[in-house]
């Protein structure tokens, strides 16, 4: 276990209940990206530094590697800026390696590359941050995944109980009766004045309907400053879908889809 994520461990004892859940659950899908776990597979490198403008290394930048198959790992960069990441070579799918830190804009905003059976291998992919206030408008906000899934990392926001949701139910704080469900994301940092009104969600069901979904809370994670909670109400018209599609848009940038399983 590295020195970052021993210090995630030791921090959790102090957190409530969901909080410890979600750490916990980030944990697993680290430790499923880089640990022994994933080396019994046939795995690849994706490797860099994230340094300044002067060269210097910068430290605990959030990587994000979003994969169209296997979702979402989390890693961050050691004193010197540098990352790694285990990958699936066993299977073709997207790879996208998105940098983010308050306070920082990157160049490149992120890199992608194609992984096939044919097409694979140890991959290297470096960054630079400079001290930015104002986030680029092209900043994509990342749904976090559950381990090696597409499905979100989510939560009844009052039950903390996973999915499948029901639509309304009796354990909760609204007249409505509504459920309202907690995704995790990062990549979504606002800028000096701004507000999570430039935050959108939507859900998508199986014949490409849109459903917009209300934001009710967007804040960070207790001493969790790179992970965003995000607290939507499930809309009535999705209760017969089964599962179905969420995404972001920030600032009308589109993130990525996860699976959310539903029920009346």
């Not at 990549?187 to 935050?199: D, R, W």
């Not at 939507?202 to 934001?215: C, K, W, Y």
């Amino acid at each position: 276990m590295n020195h970052q994520l021993s210090r995630t461990v030791n921090r959790t004892s102090t957190f409530p209940k969901f909080v410890c859940l979600i750490a916990l659950a980030i944990i697993v899908c680290f430790i499923a990206g880089t640990g022994p776990s994933a080396a019994a597979a046939q795995t690849f490198t994706i490797s860099g530094t994230v340094t300044d403008t002067t060269g210097h290394g910068l430290a605990d930048v959030t990587m994000v590697l979003l994969s169209d198959v296997t979702g979402t790992q989390i890693a961050f960069t050691d004193p010197s800026g540098n990352y790694v990441f285990n990958y699936a070579g066993s299977v073709s799918h997207s790879v996208r390696i998105t940098p983010s830190k308050s306070g920082y804009a990157f160049e490149p905003l992120w890199t992608a590359f194609v992984s096939s059976v044919g097409l694979t291998g140890n991959q290297t992919t470096s960054f630079v941050g400079t001290p930015n206030s104002t986030p680029s408008s092209a900043q994509m906000p990342i749904l976090l995944t559950q381990e090696s899934s597409l499905s979100a990392l989510a939560l009844d926001s009052v039950t903390m109980i996973s999915e499948p949701f029901g639509i309304t139910g009796t354990n909760n704080f609204s007249t409505d009766q509504r459920t309202r469900v907690s995704l995790f994301a990062a990549n979504v940092e606002l800028g000096a004045g701004e507000t999570s009104s430039v935050i959108t969600a939507q859900a998508e069901d199986s014949v490409g309907q849109i459903f917009p979904l209300t934001i009710e809370y967007f804040g960070a994670v207790s001493n969790f400053g790179w992970l965003k909670q995000v607290v939507v109400k499930l809309p009535a018209e999705i209760a017969n879908s089964v599962e179905v599609r969420v995404s972001l848009k920030l600032r009308g940038t589109a993130g990525n889809k996860v699976l959310v399983k539903v029920k009346p």
